[in-house]
């Protein structure tokens, strides 16, 4: 299959955080290969990756190390990669730890941890690009979430939690800034088959089990959800926003 072209994202100026593993690699190589001048960050060192894009793609990412949780790091970093690259357009909040944890044994420092990680950073990294992107004329932020919140699951109430937060959020901000020509759309995947995942949580009869509920029959893969972060990025979706797109092989209406 012929990867699709978005040829308004060539040269645009793209974040992706926790751009190098899992769902983020994928996105960030998405973007690499329509021309985009993309930037990540991450803990881990990243260079071996970026390494092995810039020989499979012919454009080399900006590895920045940032710890997201701690607000002013991420927003030098930010700063940091839109003066390497320009005014950033596109930015996806990608980045996100599902630690599970018990309700009853979970302490207010694990909590406001969780909380930091996967919805406070959010709304920071918004709060850095916007300006730009008002400078510009626009832009794009995709803010992922995911179907838990939507499951009534148990095992992760503070990340649960976080992702019922950012569709809130992404909703609100899309309103605010809408008049800016500043798009601001969620995704909510499903079970994505990462590393981690697959590393972590995954057995033969779970992933059994739950793919029995989605109406498509094939796990998903990381590389699955590039093409709609994408499309969101792109002007082909220049009058979406403010919506939270499910891709879960239809898992939730199964």
């Given at each position: 299959?012929?990867?699709?072209?978005?040829?308004?994202?060539?040269?645009?100026?793209?974040?992706?955080?926790?751009?190098?593993?899992?769902?983020?690699?994928?996105?960030?190589?998405?973007?690499?290969?329509?021309?985009?001048?993309?930037?990540?960050?991450?803990?881990?060192?990243?260079?071996?990756?970026?390494?092995?894009?810039?020989?499979?793609?012919?454009?080399?990412?900006?590895?920045?190390?940032?710890?997201?949780?701690?607000?002013?790091?991420?927003?030098?970093?930010?700063?940091?990669?839109?003066?390497?690259?320009?005014?950033?357009?596109?930015?996806?909040?990608?980045?996100?730890?599902?630690?599970?944890?018990?309700?009853?044994?979970?302490?207010?420092?694990?909590?406001?941890?969780?909380?930091?990680?996967?919805?406070?950073?959010?709304?920071?990294?918004?709060?850095?690009?916007i300006p730009g992107m008002q400078s510009a004329g626009g832009?794009?932020?995709?803010?992922?979430?995911?179907?838990?919140?939507?499951?009534?699951?148990?095992?992760?109430?503070?990340?649960?939690?976080?992702?019922?937060?950012?569709?809130?959020?992404?909703?609100?901000?899309?309103?605010?800034?809408?008049?800016?020509?500043?798009?601001?759309?969620?995704?909510?995947?499903?079970?994505?088959?990462?590393?981690?995942?697959?590393?972590?949580?995954?057995?033969?009869?779970g992933l059994a089990k739950h793919l029995e509920k989605q109406?498509?029959?094939?796990?998903?893969?990381?590389?699955?959800?590039?093409?709609?972060?994408?499309?969101?990025?792109?002007?082909?979706?220049?009058?979406?926003?403010?919506?939270?797109?499910?891709?879960?092989?239809?898992?939730?209406?199964?």
């Open positions: 299959m012929t990867d699709p072209v978005f040829p308004d994202l060539k040269d645009q100026s793209v974040f992706v955080t926790g751009g190098g593993s899992g769902i983020g690699a994928a996105l960030t190589e998405a973007f690499l290969r329509q021309g985009a001048k993309v930037a990540f960050c991450q803990r881990s060192d990243g260079t071996a990756f970026c390494d092995a894009m810039a020989a499979a793609t012919g454009n080399r990412p900006l590895f920045l190390p940032c710890d997201i949780s701690v607000t002013d790091q991420l927003q030098l970093t930010l700063a940091t990669a839109a003066k390497a690259h320009g005014p950033i357009t596109v930015l996806v909040n990608n980045a996100a730890n599902d630690q599970r944890h018990e309700t009853l044994k979970t302490d207010q420092a694990f909590w406001d941890w969780s909380i930091n990680v996967n919805l406070r950073s959010y709304f920071f990294a918004c709060q850095a690009v832009g794009s932020i995709i803010n992922f979430s995911s179907i838990s919140f939507m499951m009534a699951d148990t095992g992760y109430a503070a990340y649960i939690t976080a992702n019922a937060g950012i569709v809130g959020m992404t909703r609100t901000l899309a309103r605010e800034f809408g008049p800016d020509r500043i798009r601001v759309n969620a995704v909510a995947p499903g079970w994505v088959l990462t590393e981690r995942q697959k590393s972590m949580w995954v057995t033969p009869e109406c498509l029959p094939d796990p998903i893969q990381p590389e699955d959800v590039a093409g709609t972060v994408l499309f969101l990025a792109s002007d082909l979706a220049k009058m979406m926003t403010s919506q939270t797109l499910i891709l879960d092989g239809g898992y939730i209406s199964g």
